[in-house]
């Protein structure tokens, strides 16, 4: 937080492409917790694999490092920085909210494989529909009874998913691009959510930074 000595490293991938780096930094960032940001390039040779491999054994990004803490996984990283900054407050004050946000995040790291595969997040990709499988198609119309269920319960408190800004927002934020990239048809009041995320400043810096960039990793350019 402001004020505080700054102690964190967030060792990230492109932004462009890595929508698990996305998460972590979204909720560091609007979350006003000070970190120093490191920058990996993925899939660039076997010397930037080895960078990250002298980070974490995964050897894989995010990775955030707290002098001799290191965490890796979106979603310990989130964690961990509720539990070191909960000034913050990266998850609501309410148990019942808490455990809500906490199992849609949940939802999100472990599913929606077939959303993930098949429209793979690409800043630079021209917006424009494409022809999904069914379970692409399901994940979605998860996702918006996800997100339209949360704003039923909780938009009396804000305009996020529960109220405030909060870890879920962070851990669904590259779904919003996935959406909007994608020309995905969505419901009104999941396009109010949308519009909401994006004009996030953190949001916003990320894109922008992501738009910026100019690697081009081939494997992740598809249709």
């Known amino acids: 937080m402001k004020g505080l000595e700054m102690t964190l490293t967030l060792v ?31 899939y660039t040779g076997e010397a930037d694999k080895k960078r990250i491999l002298d980070v974490t054994p995964s050897g894989k990004v ?18 961990y920085a509720a539990e070191r900054f909960p ?20 939802e999100m790291h472990s599913g929606f494989v077939a959303l993930r595969n098949e429209c ?17 198609r399901a994940d979605i119309a998860r996702i918006q009874e996800i997100w339209t269920d949360c704003r039923q319960r909780y938009g009396n408190a804000g305009p996020f998913l529960f109220g405030a800004f909060s870890g879920a927002d962070a851990m669904y934020a590259p ?3 996935r959406f909007r990239t994608y020309a995905i048809d969505l419901t009104p009041p999941v396009r109010k959510y949308m519009d909401t995320m994006m004009a996030l400043p953190a949001f916003r810096q990320w894109t922008d ?6 690697i081009v990793i081939e494997k992740f350019e598809v249709d």
């Open 120 to 136: 793979g997040m690409n800043l630079h990709r021209p917006i424009g529909a494409k022809s999904l499988s069914d379970n692409a």
């Open 62 to 79: 995010p990775v955030l490092i707290d002098r001799d803490v290191t965490v890796w996984d979106s979603l310990a990283i989130i964690e």
């Open 175 to 177: 779904v919003v691009h």
């Open 12 to 42: 990230i991938g492109n932004k462009n492409y890595s929508s698990w780096s996305m998460r972590p930094w979204l909720a560091l960032k609007a979350g006003g917790i000070a970190f120093e940001e490191r920058f990996i390039p993925l």
């Open 87 to 106: 000034e913050a407050r990266l998850w609501p004050a309410d148990s019942a909210s808490r455990a809500h946000a906490r199992s849609v995040s949940a």
């Open 209 to 214: 930074e992501g738009l910026a960039e100019t």
